[in-house]
């Protein structure tokens, strides 16, 4: 949405005066800039005019040129003495009265318009003043912004705490928005212990309580869109809020700022938003990198301990709400992740791969939240676009584990996990070796409990059948190596799948 001069409540935000001797000309021009949706002022002598002015601000006048005691010329040529800016529209009575146009040039009067009784020509060009009025202001917007961007860099650049400078961005951030509430998410690439899974929450306003304000408001689809953001380097805009990505110098994302942004604020800001947050990524980087925030934060670490806790919850409720929106899936993503578990143990990954795995497996369909329950139920052949909406549960959820960098690890799983070793899989057509060895072990063993459950527009296929689809499809589909693993590890499938129930049944116990 482009920000013009477009209705009358914002027509109103301009104030004409217009200046005429003549009352009836007066009256009727006034008359005319009224129905247009804008509100004047009429005054019919030329000096109280020049008084008003010096007391009273106005964005435009409509000055009469001949009048008594003295021309309108000469009005121009008081007021520019204490007013440069005002945009001044002349009316001339007959073309050969018209001022000079020295005079009008030297006078910075920006029209003049002669009387007549159509006003389509003084209509346009009140509204060509009015559009560069706006855009004076516009500029004027961006350099008060681009002072305060300027005048806050030294504050943000001092040495302090990692915490101080991310609650020194929000502030400095704020009136560049007309916002009271923000909070800043972010990668904490110095800890010390190297566990760059971390992220730091630093809010203010009504996030500045803790963390847990922050994932109130965090539905599925708010992560969602931080993890867009986050990905596709974005800024994303709500009816209320923006959230722009922080993207240090050498291009990596950092995080994310989210502020609640009054209406129309954003599309203005965007511009010096961006300078603004490029300036903070670049802020904070140096902070890291000057590891000026490796002695612990007490605060920050419980801060991070709750964000982890609460995600983990908030992610854990989105897979449960998506095994419960499917009937014919229930249980499915604990028996994946079960059975990509056992397979990586089986081809011998290393254990931090296999605990990849296992999350990998709980969360691969989280996006599907976003799919529509009509959808997954549909019993018919799905359409062309019907399709296209289901496909995109690779990026969605890819995009919700995006939102903080502890399951930056687990996010391939989850946006490849439909990628076939033939690069006709989706969402990206990804072949062979450039789909994650984790991904492969999804695919299959996520193929495999697939078809071994009913469908709504199949029953389920039997073990012999299920298994020799994977052998069939092993090579263009599947991972021969992934396949051959999972058929020896479940060939007494019996005693496998008993394990399986009795591990599944204890641990919903827990
Ligand atoms: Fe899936």
Redesign the pocket.
Known sequence: MRRSVRDNSEKRDYKIIIVDDDPGILDSLSSVLYRQGYSTTEITNPLEAIDRLKIEHFDLMVLDYLMSPIHGDKVVEEIRKFNTEIYILLLTGYKDLAPPLETIKKLAIQGYCEKSDRFDQFILLIESGIKSISQVRTIKKFSDGLNRILQAVPNIYQLQPIGDILEQILRELLPLLNSQNAFILVDNYADVSNESDKSIFKGIGKYSDDVSHFIDYLGHEMMEQIGNSRVNKNSISFNNGIIIPLVNEYGNSMGVIYAEVGVGEIEEGLKLLKIYCSIAASSINNAFLHSLVNEKNDELSKTYGMLRERYMDTIEALRLVVDAKDIYTRGHSDRVSYYAMKVGHFMGLPDTIVEKIRIGGLF??VG?IGTSDDLLAKKDKLTNVEYDEIKM??IKGAHILSAVSMFKDIVPIIRY??ERLDGTGYPEGLKADMIPLETRIISVV?AFDAMMSDRQYREKLGLETARKQLEAGAGTQFDEKVVTSFLELTKDFDTFQNEMNAFLDSKAKH
Do not use: E, L, P, S
């Open positions: 691969h369909d599907k549960h690779t996990h439909h996520d």
